[in-house]
């Protein structure tokens, strides 16, 4: 295949991909923090039921959770699926997967923040969604920016899973280019994409620390 | 009418209990110091009093506003000096703008932290920081404000400039609950002493009656600082 044809298809991929990354993003990062209030609930039966989800999660393959969900729906409900559920499956089965990772790194920030700081804000006057979200989340961030940008990283090559649904993304593209050239021309280039991704999302992350941390 | 009234408080720790009768008043503009040995329950009845703990019964007649200035400074570590000090009087008591940050800068030049506004909290000392914590419970305008063992954490060169501070605040009849350690300071500065030990207030009066008191537990804790 020519080098034009063949980037062009792969621009193609990359946008999925991207879109894959960002949307997962959006989604989990804010159900993880749900999640992590589950985990720490008062309520007993929450938080064994969120502590068995996360176990779960992390506990067996993203692959596996992937084709549960975009199979799970027709062999267990009987449903019928539209063609644009394919995409959709990614979305969801990659949001529930990151959210439980996110959840756990979420906890560790929010209990490492010392108990005179909710005690500080409670005699100042602050409710407690307004002493959660001025005085403790910021410092959360603080404590787990690297560890998100771990999560993170691990995301952008993780998209490349979708593959086993055929969702064409950057590495389902690629792969489909390489058996019919009989050449790796196309998955070198599909690394370069990945390794400039990730360069990137470091570049950002980082940017990200240096601006919360307020102890430098 | 007292500022402050406290009857009959009781509160425990699981079988623990911490404070086993506990009345006292606080006037207008009166310096109350609580002194005592470790455990004896003085920080469990300034945070029963300000409702960081839950008391098992009793009444706590107050009805105003406080300021708490805690032991380990508790400062908001992510916020510069100023945040600190203004954003619950902005943001809880939706005071206006111009007018907090007036009285915050006056507040720090009292503090002698003038040029620490855009600090932030790990840039200052624990004496430093501790003048911070106070001029943040004064920004709320408290018409009491207590002290949980203030200058505990610090080292005692650092100690003499919070107690100074306090001193200044007692010439301006500030009403304040400073639970201390520090012996001559609570001779020097309280116009109300209070001695506990094992949940009870055993001695409670003027400087000069707590100090002078024939009660044998008393002398002992005395003794300690005095032999």
């Known amino acids: 295949m020519m080098l034009e044809s063949m980037v062009g298809l792969l621009m193609d991929g990359m946008v999925t991909s991207i879109e894959i990354f960002l949307l997962t993003l959006l989604f989990s990062l804010p159900l993880g923090l749900l999640i992590a209030f589950g985990r720490m609930s008062k309520f007993a039966p929450l938080r064994w039921l969120m502590k068995i989800y996360i176990s779960i999660m992390r506990g067996t393959p993203l692959m596996l959770q992937l084709i549960v969900v975009f199979f799970g729906p027709y062999y267990i409900f009987g449903a019928t699926l539209s063609p644009d559920y394919r995409f959709i499956a990614v979305i969801i089965a990659f949001s529930i997967n990151y959210a439980a990772y996110f959840a756990e790194i979420y906890r560790g920030g929010i209990e490492a923040i010392p108990k005179g700081q909710y005690e500080a804000a409670q005699v100042l006057g602050y409710g407690k969604v307004q002493t959660f979200f001025t005085i403790i989340l910021p410092q959360v961030f603080r404590i787990i920016l690297p560890s998100v940008t771990n999560e993170v990283i691990t995301l952008v090559k993780d998209t490349s899973l979708s593959f086993v649904i055929a969702v064409p993304e950057m590495f389902t593209v690629a792969k489909q280019i390489a058996a019919a050239d009989a050449s790796i021309a196309a998955l070198l280039v599909a690394g370069v994409f990945y390794y400039v991704f990730n360069v990137l999302v470091a570049f950002v992350m980082e940017r990200l620390e240096k601006r919360f941390n307020y102890l430098a | ?227």
């Open chain 2, 1 to 227: 009418m007292s500022l402050l009234e406290v009857k009959n408080l009781k509160k425990s720790f699981d079988d623990n209990v911490v404070l086993k009768d506990i009345s006292l008043n606080v006037e207008k503009g009166e310096v109350l110091c609580i002194i005592g040995p470790s455990g004896s329950g003085k920080s469990t009845l300034l945070r029963c009093i300000t409702d960081l703990e839950q008391e098992d019964s009793g009444i706590i007649d107050f009805n105003g506003t406080f300021g708490l200035v805690f032991q380990d400074f508790n400062l908001f570590p992510h916020h510069t000096v100023m945040k600190n000090i203004t954003n619950a009087p902005i943001k809880v008591q939706k005071r206006d703008k111009d007018e907090v940050f007036k009285s915050a800068r006056d507040l720090l030049k009292k503090m002698g932290l003038s040029d620490k506004e855009d600090a932030y909290p790990h840039e200052l000392s624990g004496g430093q920081q501790q003048r911070v914590s106070i001029a943040r419970a004064l920004a709320m305008n408290p018409d009491i404000l207590f002290f949980d063992e203030p200058t505990s954490a610090l080292d005692p060169e650092l100690t003499g400039e919070i107690l100074v501070v306090i001193r200044d605040l007692a010439a301006e009849h500030m009403t304040m609950v400073i639970v201390t350690h520090e012996m001559t300071f609570a001779r020097n500065v309280a116009d109300k002493i209070i001695f506990m030990d094992d949940g009870y207030i055993i001695e409670e009066g003027t400087p000069d009656e707590v100090f002078s008191s024939d009660n044998a537990r008393m002398k002992e804790f005395l003794g300690k600082f005095y032999d």
